[in-house]
Nanobody, 128 residues
């Protein structure tokens, strides 16, 4: 079993920055692909960014390219999402998810159904 805990959300003004963390416990996180998703009120959950277990392959949805950076510290069993130049439309609950089924080393995943474990989410609110 893998437990995921997100942290780092909060209220920030437009143009500001936040860094989200996804910490894993229970089993080693370094072997898993990880994704960051978000869900705004009334909208479907979408994949914002994803990273392969090696950290060498990453994905960003178009709306966050150049503003968000995903990274991982496998020694700390933690994946980060650095968010800069935040916009009001980034407001959502952000979730991290882990996939334990291979291939994982160089492949990332973008679909909700492709992930096995989810965190409880952290709220990000960007004021205009």
């Amino acid at each position: 079993q893998v437990q995921l805990v997100e942290s780092g959300g909060g209220l920030v003004q437009a143009g500001g920055s936040l860094r989200l963390s996804c910490a894993a416990s229970g089993r080693t996180f370094s072997a898993y692909a990880v994704g960051w998703f978000r869900q705004a009120p009334g909208k479907e959950r979408e994949c914002v960014s994803a990273i392969a277990s090696s950290g060498g392959s990453t994905y960003y949805t178009d709306s966050v390219k150049g503003r968000f950076t995903i990274s991982r510290d496998n020694a700390k069993n933690t994946v980060y999402l650095q968010m800069t130049s935040l916009k009001p439309e980034d407001t959502a609950v952000y979730y991290c998810a882990a996939r334990t089924r291979g291939p994982l080393y160089t492949k990332y995943y973008q679909q909700i159904r492709e992930y096995d474990y989810w965190g409880q989410g952290t709220q990000v609110t960007v004021s205009s």
